[in-house]
């Protein structure tokens, strides 16, 4: 069973840089793929961005395009979200999920389609 844990969230001003890690157990994430969502308050969960660990494909919302980046580190247990320029629309709980097998753009845009989930960081940007 795959276990994942976010950390790396916090309060932060309009303009600041989080980055936000998600460390993957219990699984062989080589054939795993890594995606980021978020769940602003009263809204639906929204897809950020999401890495194809076979190939290190990236995919991201047309919208975070070019401020956030997905990376993962050298042992391929820990995937990375890299935010910049911060938002204050950009406060919400982000989560990491995972899914098995086929990964393209229009599959890891939709949240049903992942198999794992972590519990959460909250990102806070103040104006």
């Known amino acids: 069973q795959v276990q994942l844990v976010e950390s790396g969230g916090g309060l932060v001003q309009a303009g600041g840089s989080l980055r936000l890690s998600c460390a993957a157990s219990?699984?062989?994430?080589?054939?795993?793929?890594m995606g980021w969502f978020r769940q602003a308050p009263g809204k639906e969960r929204e897809f950020v961005a999401a890495?194809?660990?076979?190939?290190?494909?990236?995919y991201y919302a047309e919208s975070l395009k070019g401020r956030f980046t997905i990376s993962r580190d050298n042992a391929k247990t820990t995937v990375y979200l890299q935010m910049n320029s911060l938002k204050p629309e950009d406060t919400a709980v982000y989560y990491c999920?995972?899914?098995?097998?086929?990964?393209?753009?229009?599959?890891?845009?939709?949240?049903?389609?992942?198999?794992?989930w972590g519990q959460g960081t909250q990102v806070t940007v103040s104006s």
């Open positions: 999920a995972s899914k098995e097998g086929r990964l393209t753009r229009f599959i890891a845009y939709n949240q049903y389609r992942y198999d794992y």
């Open positions: 890495h194809k660990w076979s190939d290190g494909s990236t």
């Open positions: 219990g699984g062989t994430f080589a054939t795993y793929h």
